[in-house]
């Protein structure tokens, strides 16, 4: 089943402390981006990848990395979590980056986060 | 620069009512659109897309959308909601031409009520 997935899918941590949240797809997708998701601020881009080992910022990149050592994973990386953090993330895939304009993004189904 | 606005953060409506769902955005070039939705504890999926054919789209669940150039309008209808409509809204644009990269309205919480 083609899909986006992502780990974990609720984490609760404590301020300081790097956490990783995966994200791998089984399309063989070149483009993959990390959003959050805030009440009333709808989705935000942190960071895309057009392909391996090409990553950008999106509109809210700061306290984030990322990764693109592989085609299938994306990771998203907080190396100092901080409260304001705290969001629903999810990560999405394109076949291309052309394929965006046909709406062909997949989404995974989502990471709760709570930064304490 | 791409924009998107969303009219009213949640709507609500009965059961069988007409459903509107407000989106106007903003594009220096012809825009490519969409609606996505969201159900509860869910990712997005795609319910429709406009990328310059017919301009009124129909998408999945009976939902469609008409692209209105002269009011920079795309909002999305359904004649008659179900209960199982309820979830959270998201009209996005890309610029043909242009980055391709989509930008997200707020998002619209639809209610339905029995």
């Known amino acids: 089943e083609a899909q986006v997935t992502q780990n974990p899918r609720y984490l609760i941590t404590v301020t300081g402390k790097k956490l990783t949240v995966t994200c791998s797809q089984n399309?063989?997708?070149?483009?993959m981006s990390w959003y959050r998701q805030d009440p009333g601020l709808g989705l935000r881009q942190i960071y895309y990848?057009?392909?391996?080992?090409?990553?950008d910022k999106g509109d809210v990149p700061e306290g984030y990395k990322v990764s693109r050592k592989e085609k299938r994973n994306f990771p998203l990386i907080l190396e100092s979590p901080s409260p304001n953090q705290t969001s629903l993330y999810f990560c999405?895939?394109?076949?291309?980056?052309?394929?965006?304009?046909?709406?062909?993004?997949?989404f995974g189904e989502g990471s709760r986060l709570t930064v304490l | 620069a791409q924009s998107v606005t969303q009219l009213g953060s949640h709507v609500s409506v009965s059961e069988g009512a007409l459903v509107l769902l407000r989106c106007n955005y903003s594009?220096?070039?012809?825009?490519?659109l969409f609606w996505y939705v969201q159900y509860p504890n869910q990712g997005l999926q795609l319910l429709l897309k406009?990328?310059?054919?017919?301009?009124l789209v129909k998408g999945i669940n009976g939902f469609e959308a008409e692209f209105k150039k002269s009011e920079t309008s795309f909002h999305l209808t359904k004649p008659s909601a179900h209960m199982s409509d309820a979830a959270e809204y998201f009209c996005?644009?890309?610029?043909?031409?242009?980055?391709?990269?989509?930008?997200f309205g707020r998002g619209t919480s639809l209610i339905v009520h029995p």
């Open positions: 999405a895939s394109s076949l291309s980056e052309a394929d965006l304009n046909t709406g062909e993004l997949f």
């Open positions: 406009y990328t310059s054919a017919a301009t």
């Open positions: 996005a644009v890309s610029e043909s031409g242009g980055s391709y990269i989509p930008t």
């Open positions: 990848s057009m392909n391996v080992e090409v990553t």
């Open positions: 399309m063989n997708h070149e483009y």
């Open positions: 594009s220096s070039v012809p825009p490519y």
